[in-house]
């Protein structure tokens, strides 16, 4: 009996032990882990995406044609137009890719302003906790930086005037999808879409092998997990 009551004594204090050793990482490195962790992860998703060909040359991010012209591509190419379509892909994606670069600060800054709150949610929830919380709070001020950069670039472009002409007609009427009644507004939310996407892979990646990760306490917080 007094074996017993030793082997629970001693399971007791194991397991009190683990607790708060749990608590003691949630408290002290859990914030700091998650911080470094999605740094890491921002800068990695902006390095691919803004590097020259990072939307072109992915087929997880590359920004098509817009649903109405896509719809009129086969003919387009029919009556000699495929030329300006494929310009006007060019030219969409080499404007996300030089936007995608402003997003690192305002990423990096989403992070710097996380509470131990947040950073607690995020460890605990889902695969793509981290990624919706970025949605959440750098979406709007993004797009903002987005989108003179995306005006810049297609501003040229003759088929884009076009189709700007014909969208915002359409869209009057409910014919065109609103975040597509311009040509800026599209791109704009596509290169958005594709930065969360990035993100939400670099989170996975270190959700799923944080052995694999650089730092110790990266290691530390996501190992616990």
């Known amino acids: 009996m007094s074996r017993l009551l030793t082997a ?6 194991t397991l009190n032990v683990h607790s708060a050793d749990l608590s003691a990482l949630s ?9 470094e962790a999605l740094i890491q992860g921002a800068g990695k998703a902006v390095g691919k995406l803004g590097a020259v060909d990072g939307f072109l040359n992915n087929p997880q991010v590359k920004i098509p044609l817009p649903d109405n012209l896509k719809k009129a591509e086969k003919a387009m190419r029919m009556f000699g137009m495929g030329d300006e379509a494929d310009e006007l892909v060019l030219k969409m994606n080499r404007a996300a890719e030089a936007a995608v670069p402003e997003a690192k600060t305002l990423l990096v800054n989403a992070v710097k302003k996380m509470s131990v709150t947040d950073a607690k949610n995020i460890l ?3 695969d793509d906790a981290a990624t919706q919380y970025f ?11 987005f989108l003179p950069i995306v005006k810049k670039a297609t501003e040229n472009v003759a088929l884009a005037q076009q189709y700007n002409k014909f969208a915002e007609m359409g869209s009057q009427f409910g ?32 959700r799923k092998d944080p052995m694999g990760q650089a730092s110790s306490l990266l290691k530390k917080v996501f190992g616990a997990l």
């Open 175 to 206: 014919l065109v999808k609103k975040d597509q009644a311009t040509l800026e507004q599209y791109v704009t939310q596509k290169t958005l879409d594709g930065v969360y996407l990035m993100m939400a892979e670099e989170e996975k990646a270190i």
């Open 135 to 145: 949605k959440q709070t750098t979406s709007g001020p993004m797009a903002e930086k």
């Open 27 to 35: 408290n002290k490195d859990a914030s700091n882990g998650l911080k």
């Open 8 to 13: 629970l004594t001693l399971l007791v204090f």
């Open 124 to 126: 605990t929830g889902g």
